[in-house]
Antibody, heavy 117, light 110 residues
Framework: QVQLVESGGGLVKPGGSLRLSCAAS????????MTWIRQAPGQGLEWVSS????????YYVDSLKGRFTISRDNAKNSLFLQMNSLRSEDTAVYYC??????????WGQGTLVTVSS | QSALTQPASVSGSPGQSITISCTGA?????????VSWYQQHPGKAPKLMIY???KRPSGVSNRFSGSKSGNTASLTISGLQVEDEAGYYC??????????FGGGTKLTVL
């Protein structure tokens, strides 16, 4: 069955960096777009970034451009999100999801990122 | 870009029907039949309930249905059950190759 497992979250100081990973299994990873979504405590869902199946095309929410970088390693069935210059408002649960280009049909359980001094 | 507009909360009694609206613009909901809906129980990951406005993934109850008129999409849940109590989010693809979520609606089953 399809499984997405995020890791790499934790506590980081403002201005710090963190790299999130998402390990995929149960499907042909290289056939699918992948997407990161985040959810601040008690708040709604926010789309963060998407990457095409081959990694050639990357899309970001305007407010994060330049600080976050999405990437993937199809040989290792893995998705990544490099987060730099972190701010308190980046505190959230970060989910990875399989993107079938009309919807996000499979989600991981999420990893919590806390930005605090 | 601002989030799609959803009511903050709706409620209904078991067996009743409710509808949650999701209002966007011509650059997203109005111009693309790429609206999806997600259900999220507290502490859990979201689950896809409706895609492409009105299609149900395998395994999702036919009590859930979707529709769209102009810039507004809607999710209807018929025959409400206690387990339907959750947060619901709409989402649309946009003209900029991005995704835009609604602010979310908390459904209470009284």
């Amino acid at each position: 069955q399809v499984q997405l497992v995020e890791s790499g979250g934790g506590l980081v100081k403002p201005g710090g960096s963190l790299r999130l990973s998402c390990a995929a299994s149960g499907f042909t990873f290289s056939d699918y777009y992948m997407t990161w979504i985040r959810q601040a405590p008690g708040q709604g869902l926010e789309w963060v970034s998407s990457i095409s199946s081959g990694g050639d095309n990357r899309y970001y929410v305007d407010s994060l451009k330049g600080r976050f970088t999405i990437s993937r390693d199809n040989a290792k069935n893995s998705l990544f999100l490099q987060m730099n210059s972190l701010r308190s408002e980046d505190t959230a649960v970060y989910y990875c999801a399989r993107d079938v280009e009309t919807a996000l049909d499979q989600w991981g359980q999420g990893t919590l990122v806390t930005v605090s001094s | 870009q601002s989030a799609l507009t959803q009511p903050a909360s709706v409620s209904g009694s078991p067996g009743q029907s409710i509808t949650i609206s999701c209002t966007g613009a011509t650059s997203d909901v109005g111009n693309y039949n790429l609206v999806s809906w997600y259900q999220q129980h507290p502490g859990k990951a979201p689950k896809l309930m409706i895609y492409e406005v009105n299609k149900r993934p395998s395994g999702v109850s036919n009590r859930f249905s979707g529709s769209k008129s102009g810039n507004t999409a809607s999710l209807t849940i018929s025959g409400l059950q206690v387990e339907d109590e959750a947060g619901y989010y709409c989402c649309s693809y946009t003209a900029n190759n991005t995704l835009l979520f609604g602010g979310g609606t908390k459904l209470t089953v009284l």
